[in-house]
């Protein structure tokens, strides 16, 4: 499988360009398409240097509740020392384009397009880039310990490394690539790639409790969202709901790949 990772996010519109677009917000999902994500829209992160960010989602009042979600672009040597700021917040790091150093547990990693990293709450990491530019996703969600469980521990790999699990009686055409063993109870959130041959589909609308947040690597796709169907393509976020009925069919000529998000492993909340 030819692995591509879209990173070209920034710059600006032609003054010539069409208003409508295809951004949709409703009260069960959200399109960003990857044009949205433009220079007017990235903002500077307190302690990272030669850094700007996207965010794609955050814990908002009919939004998102689980999880945040950036693009971080560094420029050469740009990073942190001092990444994380919330002392309860977890992080996965997926690498996109570039090399970067990440530090942590005093191990240092050199991680290249592809890089996955775990980095549990507390875990004091440091971030920096090489020479060229370098653009990563960070997913960040606060953990939820859980008594007699003890917090998992960092992992530190690259999707190139990890064989899919090919999903029952689809022939390969639709797999996914696990970073974290899913029977890990120490684990709260998931972050996983799903790929899908093309023509390939996720062949029913899945309704469920998890969260989702689904950043396009490679491909493009039609994405089944509540009562309407989306297109979508290489660069662009969906935010889903708890709940939120989801198909989709990978429709272009590549392999459609998309990052995922989902919280799992823990007791519903009985209150708001």
């Not at 960010?53 to 689980?66: D, I, M």
């Not at 996914?176 to 959130?189: E, I, K, Q």
Request: aromatic content about 10%; some cysteine.
């Amino acid at each position: 499988m030819t692995r591509r990772y879209f990173s070209d996010w920034g710059g600006l519109p032609a003054q010539n360009s069409i208003i409508a677009g295809r951004a949709v917000f409703t009260e069960a999902y959200a399109v960003m398409p990857r044009h949205v994500q433009s220079d007017i829209t990235a903002s500077l992160l307190p302690g990272w240097e030669q850094a700007r960010a996207w965010v794609l989602a955050r814990p908002l009042s009919g939004f998102a509740e689980t999880f945040a979600e950036l693009i971080v672009e560094l420029a050469p040597g740009g990073g942190s020392e001092a990444p994380e700021p919330d002392p309860e917040g977890e992080g996965v790091l997926f690498l996109l384009e570039g090399e970067v150093t990440l530090r942590v547990d005093g191990a240092s990693h050199q991680m290249a397009p592809g890089g996955f990293a775990f980095l549990p709450p507390g875990s004091g990491w440091t971030l920096r880039a090489g020479d060229q530019r370098a653009v990563l996703v960070w997913i960040r969600k606060r953990y939820e310990p859980v008594p007699g469980i003890a917090a998992p521990e960092v992992i530190v790999t690259n999707d190139a490394d990890i064989t899919p699990m090919t999903m029952p009686n689809t022939d390969g055409r639709w797999s996914t690539t696990r970073f974290v063993d899913p029977a890990d109870l120490r684990h709260d959130m998931h972050v996983t790639i799903v790929n899908l041959a093309p023509g390939a589909d996720v062949p029913f609308t899945e309704t469920h409790v998890m969260e989702h947040g689904l950043l396009v690597l490679q491909g493009q796709g039609v994405y089944r969202l509540n009562r309407d169907w989306v297109e979508v393509e290489a660069g662009d976020f969906m935010w889903l709901r708890a709940f939120c009925p989801q198909g989709c069919h990978a429709s272009g000529s590549d392999p459609f790949r998309y990052l995922l998000y989902k919280d799992v492993n823990r007791h519903p909340r009985l209150a708001l």
